[in-house]
């Protein structure tokens, strides 16, 4: 990347996986407005939307051009497939383009030392991508409580604290927010079933369903949550922290690159 003009601050660039999706019978790549803002206000650096092409395409050359990589959360559902799962049932909505640019994407950037950060979907393609498994529906498994939203109710509520995780003592969470457990919020029909290859647990949900893991002995940052901390990050201390290190990751890779 070229310097910047003298007097003005550089932000890092941050590449934001997009969903591919229809608005009328015209595909279009999109990334929610709530993510931008969060990487602006939270991380302090630049998103920039990738999208999702299908087909093969230079991971490496993409990588090249970004400081950190930021994976979304999203209506749609990784498709079993990935995973050796079961046929998902009629009706479920997939994102396959999104599906193949992920898990192209979170090996390449992860064996380069790339700050990454996966949210909800994002969290779950990170499992995928290290060859966990997960529940379609974990509020259909024994022994796991609801942790979907209602979609009849306002966003305010369906982003509301939901309940509480815990933070493993002495890991990534619980030394960047300095407290040993937070309240989050809860809007997720997957989750986490066989935790993968290489991964190390964060963070639990009350009825003990994996909310976050970082991949082990990795060369960068990384952090993967199953919750929703983008939702107005600059009012949740926890939140904040997590983006805050998150940026200050893409600072320091964007200055070690040069």
Not at 64 to 84: A, F, K, M, V
């Amino acid at each position: 990347m070229s310097e910047a003009p003298a007097g003005r601050k550089e932000h890092p660039v941050v590449g934001v996986v997009s969903d591919r999706r229809l608005v009328g019978p015209h595909p279009f790549h999109m990334v929610g407005e709530k993510y931008l803002q969060a990487v602006w206000d939270g991380a302090e650096a630049y998103p920039v939307s990738l999208p999702s092409l299908a087909g093969d395409f230079d991971v490496l050359a993409i990588l090249h051009r970004l400081d950190g990589l930021l994976l979304t959360g999203s209506p749609s559902n990784i498709e079993p497939q990935h995973y050796l799962g079961d046929p998902s049932e009629p009706g479920t909505w997939h994102d396959p383009e999104r599906d193949l640019a992920s898990l192209a994407l979170i090996p390449a950037a992860v064996r380069v030392g790339m700050p990454l950060f996966a949210i909800c979907r994002g969290f779950q393609e990170m499992n995928v991508a290290f060859g966990g498994t997960l529940h379609q529906k974990v509020h259909e498994v024994p022994g796991y409580g609801l942790h979907k939203e209602d979609p009849e109710d306002p966003l305010e509520v369906q982003y509301g604290p939901a309940h509480e995780v815990r933070f493993c003592a002495g890991g990534l969470l619980e030394r960047l927010t300095g407290v040993e457990h937070a309240m989050v919020n809860s809007l997720h029909g997957q989750g986490v079933d066989r935790l993968g290859e290489e991964l190390v647990i964060e963070a639990r949900a009350h009825d003990g369903l994996v909310e976050a893991f970082t991949v082990d002995r990795a060369p960068g940052f990384n952090l993967s949550v199953q919750w929703h901390p983008e939702w107005r990050v600059t009012e949740n201390p926890v939140s904040l922290a997590l983006f805050r290190a998150f940026g200050d990751a893409c600072r320091a890779y964007r200055d070690r690159e040069r």
